[in-house]
């Protein structure tokens, strides 16, 4: 199982990035897939969530309050990707950015299965 993210980067306050986290290894639309950060000094905290494609929930998506209507999740199971579109970027949304994988869906936040290694995102003040 390989998680691989991408898209981190410096913009400044105020601007947008586009994260990409890409799956192998497993089967991915059936994989509840999260967005977590960590900021340096501070807990990893979880973002936001898209649940798997399959089942009830299949592609429901979840957002912590602090993101919500900045950030957008989506999947394209297609090309075994999540993207994590943020907006209106502020310093307090600067950290390593991690995208995890799990099976049992989102409520499983921290204690997913599988994580990837991060991307960096440093918003300028």
């Known amino acids: 199982v390989r998680l691989v993210e991408s898209g981190g980067g410096l913009v400044p306050s105020g601007g947008s990035l586009r994260l990409s986290c890409v799956g192998s290894g497993f089967t991915f639309d059936r994989y509840a897939i999260g967005w977590f950060r960590q900021a340096p000094g501070k807990e990893r905290e979880g973002t936001s969530c898209?649940?798997?494609?399959?089942?009830?929930?299949?592609?429901?998506?979840y957002y912590a309050d602090s993101v919500k209507g900045r950030f957008t999740i989506s999947r394209d199971n297609a090309k075994n990707t999540v993207y994590l579109e943020m907006n209106s970027l502020t310093p307090e949304d600067a950290g390593v950015y991690y995208c995890a994988a799990d099976r049992a869906g989102c409520h499983r936040r921290d204690a997913m299965d599988y994580w990837g290694k991060g991307t960096l995102v440093t918003v300028s003040s």
């Open positions: 898209v649940s798997s494609s399959v089942g009830s929930l299949a592609g429901t998506s």
